[in-house]
């Protein structure tokens, strides 16, 4: 349980980030909350040979909303996205997904940008952050570009940022007025990771949907969206809720481990599914 040895830096700012990764080369490693990462190291699951800390890096904890945005900086903490006043009234679903993290000590160290940068399909937040269409704003030595969640995360612990890039922000359009959410969470124990979780946010019309997303955790290699449950209740009914709940294991992979086999996964799914429509119609 003791890391490899490795060199430390610490990083000022987002540009001296950058710089000391492109020095460091494919082995040196960003270091924020250090909760996934550390505990990889001390198994030498990884071996960075040098680690760059930008938990005190300046302008990157920021909660903020601009133009119908939300502008997530990548050190916020999951216990600040959970206490975020702007986060309560503008989008519920994410302050509450983030109070649901693990437990008081990983929701105050650990950082929105290390869970999305992780890319661990049982991340609580990524399958939100997917399920809101969130952005996420990645700085390199080209310069900022800009990737949406649906092509950010791109296999089991991969996401689509470079060896040399900082996740700086995370973009999230404020759901529309009058929409309703659910973050269905389901755990041994109140502090464990989900074995499986379905984020949903529903658009109500005069007829009853008008648009509902629906975001999956640990139902697969990445987090998904429930694509067909999606399809069936763009212009449904209230009452199409339980029968396109049923779609929600089509098109996933969901694993199998000391926790549930893919079978249960793929029950859970269904059942969180109509659980989350639900409550998020109730909230309409
Ligand atoms: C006991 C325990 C229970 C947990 N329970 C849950 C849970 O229930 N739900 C849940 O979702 N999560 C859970 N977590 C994980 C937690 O959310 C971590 O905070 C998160 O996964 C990583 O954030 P971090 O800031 O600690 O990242 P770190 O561990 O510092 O980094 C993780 C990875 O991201 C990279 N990285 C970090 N920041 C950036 C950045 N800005 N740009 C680019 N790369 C970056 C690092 O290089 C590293 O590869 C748990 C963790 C622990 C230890």
Known sequence: MIPAAFEYRRAASV????????????????????????PLMK???????????IDRAAGMRHIDERDGTLAIGALARHQDLATSDLLRARCPLLAHAASLVGDPQVRHRGTAGGSVAHADPASDLCAVLRCL?????????????????ADFFVGFLESALGADEVLVEILVPVPAAGHGWSYQKFTRRAIDWA????????????EGIARAAVGLVNMGPTPLRAAAVEAALRGAPR????????SAPEGTEPAADIHADAEFRAQLATVLTRRALEEALSRC
Do not use: F, N, Y
């Open 15 to 38: 540009d001296e980030a950058v710089a000391l990764l492109a020095e460091g080369g494919e082995d040196a490693k960003l270091l924020a909350g250090g909760h996934s990462l550390l």
């Open 43 to 53: 198994l030498r699951l990884a071996r960075p040979s040098l680690l760059v800390d």
């Open 195 to 206: 074995i499986v979780g379905v984020a949903a946010v529903v658009e109500p019309s005069p």
């Open 239 to 246: 009452t199409a809720v339980a029968a396109a709940a049923a």
């Open 133 to 149: 269409d969130a952005r996420m704003v990645v700085q390199g030595p080209a310069g900022r570009r800009t990737v949406a969640a």
